[in-house]
């Protein structure tokens, strides 16, 4: 079994920061792509910004210049650093990881999710 926990959402002011942290666990052989994704109510879950298992990076474009992702392999985890938030970063954020556990090929995990607010 794979586990993947998800922390650091919360309430913050426009213009604030805050750090997500997404960290699996369990039967891992190996990790390739990690990623985190967003889905504000009434809205289609989206894609906030990816990291390949050699550290190449894609970020939406309504995060690039704010939201920044890394990963620390030893750890299986990966980060979501968010900067100069805006009301519309407002949404739960899920971290999405690929995993080979035993035999067989990678499939996607998915972390419980975290609720991001932000303030006006």
């Known amino acids: 079994q794979v586990q993947l926990v998800e922390s650091g959402g919360g309430l913050v002011q426009a213009g604030g920061s805050l750090r997500l942290s997404c960290a699996a666990s369990?039967?891992?052989?190996?990790?390739?792509?990690m990623g985190w994704y967003r889905q504000a109510p009434g809205k289609q879950r989206e894609l906030v910004g990816s990291?390949?298992?050699?550290?190449?990076?894609t970020m939406s474009d309504s995060v690039k210049g704010r939201f920044s992702i890394s990963r620390d392999n030893a750890k299986n985890t990966v980060y979501l650093e968010m900067n100069s938030l805006k009301p519309e970063d407002t949404a739960v954020y899920y971290c999405?990881?690929?995993?080979?556990?035993?035999?067989?090929?990678?499939?996607?995990?998915w972390g419980q999710g975290t609720q991001v607010t932000v303030s006006s």
């Open positions: 990291i390949t298992s050699g550290g190449g990076q």
């Open positions: 369990g039967s891992i052989v190996s990790i390739n792509g």
């Open positions: 999405n990881v690929q995993i080979r556990s035993g035999f067989g090929g990678y499939r996607d995990y």
